[in-house]
């Protein structure tokens, strides 16, 4: 049996399949919200309430349930906005476990996870794990603890606890603070360069390496200036005993500064605006870029044909946005987070926004529609009766966040999405699912 929509797509309710000449047709409702919603909502009432809708873009079957004590409610209307700035895992080696704060247990780590405060991260002895923030990096060696406690526009500070940590920082922001505190001692990382930080035991020192940039070290009795190719030694115990000397390079050390070193300029200028995400950076090694009217510059994913976004990867419930979209590709951070999907020519295209822009963007837990015998009822409970479908926003297509956020949050994440941001009408979206 054939239901035929709008635009002439048709939904077959017995195999549960909806066809037509999708991305041409996709792309002319997104430049016509009502229409698409319009046709959604057609399609989710021939799904007779419990179904998946089968559109392109779904992910996956269904979601994973809940997790204990999240039953689907409203958010708490008590809690300020999220984080606007998250880091992410960008590369794991072997074996690399992660934890929230307070969780008890570690669970395996995977790339393009969020990294928020709070996070923390081990290493086994032979495993290395890479985590992002924007355009700088930190690597962990293997047998490394490291703890995220902050996280925000202002920058990052973290404890590391044991083993050995590389930082490339590039284009701080000039109130941007990056801070490791270490059993001996807070590192301040003063500006865009490279370093190396060697955590030491009661019985081996704590090692501050400087290739590129400068560093301060203040601790009980220490305070330490460290220069370009210098190494600072903290040993003892309270009070602590430092000294400068040269550079000194592990074979850690040197592996990073070999393949961390400046990429090569790409060979299509990339958007500013990308390059303050997390993951821009891979865009230029991967897929192609151009110039789509009305859209400016567009990216194409490295992906073979029929390849849909939000598709290939897996949801997860991160606190505190509530369900996030966790990419598959390596690649899979910055254009699921950021920016808007398009269909041009019967190819999926990825636009950074348009308009002005936030600075660094915001961060969203996926730029979805969510449609599902839910809809209207909230989120939560939708999620948790298993019938929601999703559809990734297009250009133009303002960001309904599903959890408590205040107006001056949905205009910097909407900021770049939307001709006019005085037309984004705050009072449709905070709370829309509460």
């Given amino acids: 049996m054939n239901l035929t929509l709008q635009n002439g797509l048709c939904f077959d309710i017995v195999s549960g399949h909806l066809f037509g000449t999708i991305f041409e047709r996709y792309a002319r409702m997104r430049r016509s919200p009502r229409l698409f919603r319009l046709v959604a909502s057609a399609a989710l009432s021939a799904l007779l309430g419990d179904a998946m809708l089968p559109l392109a873009a779904l992910a996956q079957a269904a979601l994973p349930p809940l997790p204990p004590g ?8 008590n809690q300020g906005d999220p984080p606007e700035r998250v880091g992410r895992i960008a590369t794991v080696n072997g074996s690399v476990s992660f934890r929230t704060q307070g969780d008890t247990d570690w669970t395996p780590a995977s790339i393009n996870y969020p990294v928020s405060a709070g996070n923390s991260f081990w290493t086994e002895p032979t495993a290395t794990a890479d985590l992002e923030v924007s355009d700088s990096r930190v690597a962990l060696a293997g047998a490394t603890e490291l703890t995220v ?5 202002g920058g990052l500070q973290a404890v590391a606890a044991q083993g050995e940590a590389y930082l490339r920082l590039r284009d701080l922001a000039p109130n941007e603070k990056w801070l490791i505190t270490t059993p001996r001692g807070v590192v301040r990382l003063r500006g865009a360069g490279r370093y190396d930080i060697i955590v030491g035991t009661t019985d081996q020192p704590t090692l501050v390496t400087v290739m590129n940039g400068a560093a301060l070290i ?3 009795g220490v305070s330490l200036t460290v220069a370009e190719n210098q190494t600072a030694t903290l040993t003892g115990t309270d009070p602590f005993q430092g000294s400068i000397g040269p550079a000194v390079r592990t074979d850690f050390l040197n592996a990073q500064m070999e393949t961390q070193g400046s990429p090569p300029p790409p060979a299509v200028p990339i958007p500013q605006q990308v390059m303050a995400m997390p993951g821009g950076e891979d865009l230029a090694a991967a897929g192609t870029w ?9 990216w194409y994913p490295p992906v073979s044909a029929g390849w849909v976004p939000y598709r290939e990867g897996r949801w997860a419930y991160v606190a505190p946005w509530g369900w996030t979209w966790i990419d598959n590709a390596p690649w899979g951070f910055a254009p699921f987070h950021y920016g808007r999907w398009m269909a041009v020519r019967g190819r999926w295209g990825w636009t950074p926004g348009i308009g002005q822009f936030a600075a660094p963007p915001v961060y969203a837990p996926a730029l979805v529609t969510f449609l599902g015998a839910g809809a209207g009822i909230g989120l939560g409970a939708a ?3 298993g019938s929601v479908g999703w559809v990734p926003l297009g250009p133009r297509e303002p960001y309904h966040p599903w959890y408590h956020a205040s107006p001056r949050y949905v205009r910097r994440v909407n900021i770049g999405h ?3 941001i005085n037309d984004v009408t705050i009072n449709n979206f905070v709370n829309r699912n509460a």
């Fill in 70 to 77: 999240e039953p689907g409610q409203p958010p708490d209307q």
């Fill in 149 to 153: 406690t902050g996280l925000d526009m």
């Fill in 218 to 220: 203040e601790g009980p």
């Fill in 290 to 298: 151009s110039d789509v009217p009305d859209y400016g510059p567009v």
């Fill in 383 to 385: 999620l948790a009766s």
């Fill in 418 to 420: 939307t001709t006019n």
